[in-house]
């Protein structure tokens, strides 16, 4: 079966997952990290896509970004993939593959999942082990969000805003989310969401989103024929 075409809608906010070809490692030090942030903010920057949360993991990263075009996000991801495999390879006298494979990626509905998924993001550290606090993970997102470091990667988006008057609200209201964490039906669907490819959000959402594009936005049942997307119904 022909895989679907990635789903990619300007002006929403995308999860992205990467990962290394066998679960590789895709960093070994601190230099290969920060020379993947630098990547992604200069292409950021050059393709039109803003970043609001991100993790650098042993071996896949995370990324909650909106895109200003269609192609604004799959450009950016080419670019820094072909240019980090090159820096990785050289720099570790290493051929070949990195990457398993295309990066993965679903759109989320902001009111419902953003800042869902920007404590999932967040919590990977914590889930992995690694640490037991996500402040203390250095590579993410998190310190910038709750007010511990200034990340030029990171562009806050609108609804982390409302979260409180001045800054030091909004940093409070949100580690409060973040140590709270999420419930493991909102974890599942951001996980598999992201996986699979499919839109996540309400049923008025996936409406309004199949009406942009003329890609499938949420699994339908084996054998039915496509219909047209003003006419689909969407499973709540």
Same mark, same amino acid.
């Given at each position: 079966m022909a895989r679907l075409p990635r789903l990619t809608v300007p002006g929403y906010p995308h999860h992205v997952i990467q990962r290394g070809t066998n679960r590789q490692r895709i960093v070994v030090d601190d230099l290969d990290r920060q020379r993947l942030l630098d990547l992604w903010h200069q292409h950021a920057q050059a393709f039109g896509v803003t970043i609001h949360a991100y993790v650098i993991m042993d071996n896949h990263f995370h990324l909650l970004a909106t895109p200003e075009t269609a192609q604004s996000l799959p450009g950016m991801m080419q670019a820094v993939g072909r240019s980090y495999v090159r820096y990785f390879n050289l720099r570790h006298g290493r051929t070949g593959a990195l990457w398993e494979g295309r990066y993965r990626s679903n759109l989320v509905e902001s009111e419902r999942y953003l800042l869902a998924c920007m404590i999932y993001i967040d919590l990977n550290p914590v889930r992995a082990g690694m640490v037991a606090d996500p402040k203390d993970y250095r590579w993410?997102?998190?310190?910038?969000?709750?007010?511990? =470091?200034?990340?030029?990667?990171?562009?806050?988006? =609108?609804?982390?805003?409302?979260?409180?008057?001045?800054?030091?609200?909004?940093? #409070? #209201?949100?580690a409060a989310m973040v140590e709270a964490g999420l419930s493991p039906k909102d974890r599942e669907d951001l996980t598999q969401s992201a996986m699979k490819g499919w839109a996540l959000g309400s049923k008025q959402f996936m409406v309004k989103i199949q009406k942009d594009t003329p890609r499938r936005v949420h699994k339908g049942q084996a054998g039915r024929p496509v219909s047209n997307p003003r006419n689909r119904s969407v499973p709540n």
């Open positions: 993410s997102s998190h310190r910038h969000h709750i007010g511990l =470091a200034s990340d030029k990667l990171v562009n806050q988006h =609108a609804l982390y805003w409302v979260l409180g008057d001045t800054p030091f609200g909004r940093e #409070a #209201a949100y």
